[in-house]
């Protein structure tokens, strides 16, 4: 089966054709980025980078993927969760798309599809799965035909902490550079971990808000920035570890999985080494490329839901910019 999927619910509009029946699997993989010039993701200006970009980077998937249109089987689109301007510019596209080329439509939630390609990449099968990205922080687990939420952020997720942080401070724009993000790479210079920055976990919740603003206060107050990134990165980790362990303890799972955006820094990458070997544990990192919002995971999402009959008409495609994970039905495992 071959699917074509299509990811816009933030920054990145990605197109992303896989064929299940081929050993190659992705035969097609492409993305637009929007950068904003200051400050952090404008909705309106993104969409409109979306209008133009899209349907460019989708004539190059096809012919990246040497297919014709009419070999596609399905279309599929993530319609929540995401910021409404872009899921919009994404969801008329697909639409356009199911009806002009006469092909069935696929909605996909997100933040599924970010943990169906990671089991994918990884091979796990049953993971605790630790959700980082710049608009979601989750501790999940599958349990009885759904991704249960065993924790989340109370605030803030750990993405958007570090960037605004990285934004606040003049680390960032770009925020990642050559896969590292730059409060990590700042923290290097770290000598001293500031004691006054709060920790806070509630049972197996986090809480980000009051750290990053009391960082930025003492930023102001002319405390070191590299020991101010080495406290906030080494807090906002741990407060993490912490309610991975928990979550681990309370299913007795034996598996890991990380996926997001903020899965590619490497020093919580070796953070989780540590923990899972504690806890007997394997551990699974999507690879940074995959990690990221693209249109692979929705295409391969949309192949498991096409097998499953998980298909809409286009006048029901409606966007969900707060559709959660843990409402939908895992009808495929």
């Given at each position: 089966?071959?699917?074509?999927g299509i990811?816009?619910?933030?920054?990145t509009?990605g197109?992303?054709i896989?064929?299940?029946?081929?050993?190659k699997?992705i035969?097609?993989?492409?993305?637009?980025?929007?950068?904003?010039?200051?400050?952090?993701?404008?909705?309106r200006?993104?969409?409109r980078?979306?209008?133009?970009?899209g349907?460019l980077?989708?004539?190059?998937?096809?012919?990246s993927?040497?297919?014709?249109?009419s070999?596609?089987?399905?279309?599929?689109?993530?319609l929540?969760?995401?910021l409404?301007?872009?899921?919009?510019?994404?969801?008329?596209?697909?639409?356009?798309l199911?009806?002009?080329f006469?092909?069935p439509?696929?909605?996909?939630?997100?933040?599924?599809?970010h943990i169906?390609?990671g089991?994918?990449?990884t091979?796990?099968t049953?993971?605790?799965?630790?959700?980082?990205?710049?608009g979601?922080?989750?501790?999940?687990a599958?349990?009885?035909?759904?991704?249960?939420?065993f924790g989340?952020?109370?605030?803030?997720a750990?993405g958007?902490l570090?960037?605004?942080f990285?934004r606040?401070?003049s680390?960032?724009?770009?925020?990642?550079?050559?896969?590292?993000?730059v409060?990590d790479?700042?923290a290097?210079?770290?000598?001293?971990?500031?004691?006054?920055?709060?920790?806070?976990?509630?049972?197996?919740?986090v809480?980000?808000?009051?750290?990053?603003?009391?960082?930025?206060?003492?930023?102001?107050?002319?405390?070191d920035?590299?020991?101010?990134?080495?406290?906030?990165?080494?807090?906002?980790?741990?407060?993490i570890?912490?309610?991975?362990?928990?979550?681990?303890?309370?299913?007795?799972?034996?598996?890991?999985?990380?996926?997001?955006g903020?899965?590619a820094?490497?020093?919580?990458?070796e953070?989780l080494e540590?923990l899972?070997?504690?806890y007997n544990?394997?551990?699974?990192?999507?690879?940074?490329?995959?990690?990221?919002?693209?249109?692979?995971?929705?295409?391969?999402t949309?192949?498991?839901?096409?097998?499953?009959?998980?298909?809409?008409?286009?006048?029901k495609?409606?966007?969900?910019q707060?559709?959660?994970?843990?409402?939908v039905?895992?009808?495929?495992?």
């Amino acid at each position: 089966m071959i699917i074509l999927g299509i990811e816009s619910t933030a920054h990145t509009f990605g197109v992303g054709i896989v064929d299940d029946s081929s050993e190659k699997f992705i035969i097609a993989d492409e993305r637009e980025q929007y950068t904003p010039k200051h400050g952090g993701i404008h909705p309106r200006e993104a969409s409109r980078f979306f209008a133009e970009k899209g349907p460019l980077a989708i004539g190059r998937a096809i012919a990246s993927a040497k297919i014709d249109i009419s070999s596609i089987d399905g279309i599929a689109v993530a319609l929540g969760p995401g910021l409404g301007p872009c899921l919009r510019v994404g969801a008329t596209i697909a639409r356009a798309l199911t009806v002009y080329f006469k092909k069935p439509l696929i909605p996909v939630n997100h933040a599924v599809a970010h943990i169906e390609i990671g089991l994918k990449l990884t091979e796990l099968t049953d993971p605790v799965i630790v959700y980082l990205s710049g608009g979601n922080t989750a501790i999940v687990a599958y349990v009885d035909r759904k991704y249960r939420v065993f924790g989340e952020t109370l605030d803030i997720a750990l993405g958007n902490l570090l960037d605004t942080f990285a934004r606040e401070t003049s680390l960032g724009p770009p925020y990642v550079v050559n896969g590292i993000h730059v409060v990590d790479r700042c923290a290097e210079s770290g000598r001293r971990i500031v004691k006054e920055l709060p920790y806070v976990v509630k049972g197996q919740d986090v809480a980000f808000s009051g750290l990053l603003t009391s960082a930025l206060r003492m930023y102001r107050e002319g405390v070191d920035l590299g020991d101010l990134c080495l406290t906030l990165r080494e807090i906002a980790y741990n407060s993490i570890l912490e309610v991975t362990a928990r979550c681990l303890m309370h299913t007795r799972k034996s598996e890991v999985m990380v996926v997001g955006g903020v899965a590619a820094s490497p020093i919580l990458r070796e953070k989780l080494e540590m923990l899972v070997k504690i806890y007997n544990a394997r551990l699974g990192i999507v690879p940074p490329s995959y990690a990221v919002d693209n249109g692979v995971m929705i295409a391969w999402t949309g192949v498991l839901e096409m097998y499953s009959g998980i298909v809409i008409e286009p006048e029901k495609a409606i966007v969900n910019q707060r559709w959660r994970l843990d409402e939908v039905d895992i009808v495929w495992r």
